[in-house]
């Protein structure tokens, strides 16, 4: 039987056939199809027949409790009701709620199900121009900030927390860098002495929750849609408790080495002072947080391995992590 540690590639048709059999939990057509979209924390489908379409989300197994669930669909409740930002939304089961549990003999234990309207748009085009959607961005990233400062949240909220010791810790939401592809006897050194400034300057920049709250944790361009209606932020299977600047260090994962980081950076502040203003300390510190954000993702290819984005990026990261650590302990020492 399939469960967590099951090879990816054993896992994905048990997956794939448990997406297409469960579509009865819902009032969609018979006539519907699962096509997989991505494969990441969870495995996401996009669910088609003539006329109807919705993205159908598989959790992974042991990711996420159904309260967290629960707790991630309430927030995308919120700001869809008292902003105006536009989140995607769920389509109930046929028994009413929101999440659905699927079971297959051939797993060992049911997954967590969640079935979201599709939103017709594009995400918005990542080889041009990039400071436009920078700035929409940073403007987004404070709505999101300024709703959760004021909003009181349910009783029994429960995310997943974004900090120094859910990235450094001995049980690392996603592994330890350590294991990651690429880590060398000669790149560990100067990753044990980011890991040990990274950790020390955010604990003493705190967690106050002028700064410290329920973010998205994963804001990239990947996850604007830009449809007819406006723009719709989407995937927040993420979201979690963490500073809010995190969401700057989340929106250029992958890129930190990318020269148009500054200009991009410089568009997203923009963006969000447009909405919401930010410390002069704060600021400051935005570069600790992009190397909090490239450790955490750095354990990620490590640990999600089997799947093809990790695949690809494995080659260079380590060596491109310690070249910005490199950059980064050089400006603290100078500081």
Not at 66 to 90: C, F, G, K, M, Y
Not at 137 to 150: N, P
Not at 165 to 186: C, E, H, I, K, Q
Request: aromatic letters at 8%; charged letters at 25%.
């Amino acid at each position: 039987m399939a469960d967590a540690d099951t090879p990816l590639t054993q896992l994905l048709p048990v997956l794939s056939r448990l997406a297409q059999a469960s579509l009865t939990l819902w009032d969609v057509p018979e006539s519907a199809d699962v096509t997989l979209i991505n494969v990441s924390e969870n495995v996401t489908y996009l669910v088609e027949a003539p006329d109807f379409k919705a993205v159908l989300r598989v959790h992974r197994d042991g990711y996420h409790s159904r309260q967290a669930i629960q707790s991630e669909l309430n927030w995308l409740t919120a700001l869809n009701d008292t902003t105006t930002l536009a989140t995607p939304q769920v389509i109930l089961g046929k028994d009413g709620k929101r999440i659905q549990d699927a079971r297959s003999e051939s797993l060992t234990a049911p997954r967590h199900m969640v079935l979201f309207h599709f939103i017709d748009g594009l995400a918005p085009d990542e080889t041009g121009d990039l400071v436009p959607g920078f700035e929409t961005l940073g403007r987004i990233a404070a709505q999101c900030h300024d709703h959760v400062s004021s909003w009181t949240k349910p009783m029994g909220f429960e995310r997943m927390t974004w900090d120094e010791t859910a990235v450094f810790g001995s049980s690392a939401t996603w592994g330890n860098w350590r294991d990651a592809p690429g880590v060398t006897s000669d790149i560990r050194p100067v990753l044990e002495q980011l890991e040990e400034v990274v950790r020390a300057r955010l604990q003493s920049f705190g967690k106050s929750q002028d700064r410290f709250n329920l973010i998205h944790a994963d804001m990239r361009l990947a996850n604007l849609i830009m449809a007819p209606e406006g723009t719709r932020l989407i995937d927040f299977d993420d979201c979690g408790w963490g500073w809010f600047l995190y969401d700057f260090a989340a929106a250029i994962s992958f890129i930190e080495d990318d020269p148009r980081i500054p200009a991009l950076k410089d568009a997203w502040l923009r963006g969000y002072r447009d909405i919401r203003s930010l410390s002069a300390e704060d600021e400051a510190e935005i570069d600790t947080f992009v190397m909090l954000r490239r450790m955490a993702l750095l354990a990620w290819i490590g640990s999600h391995i089997e799947a093809p984005e990790p695949q690809a990026l494995a080659p260079d990261f380590a060596d491109n992590t310690a070249k910005l650590a490199r950059s980064y302990l050089d400006a603290s020492s100078d500081a």
